[in-house]
């Protein structure tokens, strides 16, 4: 009787162990919807909102040309053109972010981790941001003899052009914005800098939240607000962190990257 008693009182305890856990797997499903909503409303009103102003510019230019082409002068065509180049990049841009981070939410991205030759991934990023950056002053400072890690070249350099593009966007023309790579006993650092008014939020993490944007930005380079998630997504998924912060000692920010040097590899 008293080892019936005992096993009625296990197979109590089982039960009560095997609910909670259900109801746990329940409330995780039901917080992952929660989640998966949340970020779908938010990119439906990206796609609604933000996808369209380019398109709307391009439309607007090729209709023009299409309409008074032949009463225009050069100037005014080039300048037409340029419009539907740059909104063209701009929205090519902001699709990328947009698949970018579906496949960072469906965990199907694989880096390909690589020996990287550091300096020559930030000199392809300041290129390719250049004209987004063209009121701005920029600089490159690369460690001499700075060891090569196993990286993602892709990934490592679409997280630089993030944060460049976004550096852009919220420092005023003519300040400067610098990259710098250096190491530590078994570390990678890769330091962007700006001469902004540095993160007004009281917590800079908050600038790597989805769909984030700040009301210092330049307007008329609006953007999907994904360009930070983005970038830690990249980052994490190559092993390394990426800490935001205000500088020290004067005004402006800095996003710094740091990975795990598993060896000293030389150039």
């Given at each position: 009787?008293?080892?019936?008693?005992?096993?009625?009182?296990?197979?109590?305890?089982?039960?009560?162990?095997?609910?909670?856990?259900?109801?746990?797997?329940?409330?995780?499903?039901?917080?992952?919807?929660?989640?998966?909503?949340?970020?779908?409303?938010?990119?439906?009103?990206?796609?609604?909102?933000?996808?369209?102003?380019?398109?709307?510019?391009?439309?607007?230019?090729?209709?023009?040309?299409?309409?008074?082409?032949?009463?225009?002068?050069?100037?005014?065509?080039?300048e037409?053109?340029?419009?539907?180049?740059?909104?063209?990049?701009?929205?090519?841009?902001?699709?990328?972010?947009?698949?970018?981070?579906?496949?960072?939410?469906?965990?199907?991205?694989?880096?390909?981790?690589?020996r990287?030759?550091?300096?020559?991934v930030?000199?392809?990023?300041?290129?390719?941001?250049?004209?987004?950056?063209?009121?701005?002053?920029?600089?490159?400072?690369?460690?001499?003899?700075?060891?090569?890690?196993?990286?993602?070249?892709?990934?490592?350099?679409?997280?630089?052009?993030?944060?460049?593009?976004?550096?852009?966007?919220?420092?005023?023309?003519?300040?400067?914005?610098?990259?710098?790579?250096?190491?530590?006993?078994?570390?990678?650092?890769?330091?962007?800098?700006?001469?902004?008014?540095?993160?007004?939020?009281?917590?800079?993490?908050?600038?790597?939240?989805?769909?984030?944007?700040?009301?210092?930005?330049?307007?008329?380079?609006?953007?999907?607000?994904?360009?930070?998630?983005?970038?830690?997504?990249?980052?994490?998924?190559?092993?390394g962190?990426i800490?935001?912060?205000?500088?020290?000692?004067?005004?402006?920010?800095?996003?710094?990257?740091?990975?795990?040097?598993?060896?000293?590899?030389?150039?």
């Amino acid at each position: 009787m008293e080892q019936q008693g005992l096993l009625d009182a296990l197979g109590d305890q089982t039960a009560s162990a095997i609910e909670s856990v259900l109801l746990a797997k329940e409330l995780d499903q039901a917080r992952l919807d929660a989640e998966t909503d949340k970020l779908r409303g938010a990119l439906l009103t990206s796609i609604s909102h933000d996808l369209r102003t380019p398109l709307a510019s391009i439309l607007g230019a090729t209709s023009s040309l299409e309409s008074y082409g032949d009463k225009l002068d050069n100037t005014a065509r080039q300048e037409l053109l340029a419009t539907i180049h740059d909104e063209a990049e701009r929205l090519n841009r902001f699709v990328a972010n947009l698949l970018d981070m579906t496949r960072l939410e469906a965990g199907a991205l694989q880096p390909r981790k690589e020996r990287v030759d550091v300096g020559e991934v930030i000199a392809s990023a300041l290129s390719r941001a250049a004209r987004l950056l063209c009121g701005h002053e920029t600089a490159m400072i690369i460690e001499p003899d700075l060891p090569m890690p196993l990286l993602d070249d892709v990934l490592l350099e679409q997280a630089l052009f993030n944060i460049l593009d976004n550096a852009g966007k919220y420092t005023p023309p003519g300040t400067k914005i610098v990259v710098t790579a250096s190491s530590g006993a078994d570390t990678l650092l890769i330091r962007v800098t700006d001469g902004g008014e540095g993160f007004s939020v009281r917590d800079p993490e908050a600038a790597f939240s989805k769909f984030k944007r700040f009301k210092s930005a330049d307007r008329s380079r609006p953007g999907t607000g994904l360009g930070l998630a983005i970038t830690r997504g990249f980052i994490e998924a190559m092993g390394g962190t990426i800490v935001a912060r205000n500088r020290q000692g004067c005004s402006g920010a800095e996003l710094i990257m740091i990975f795990p040097l598993a060896e000293k590899h030389k150039k």
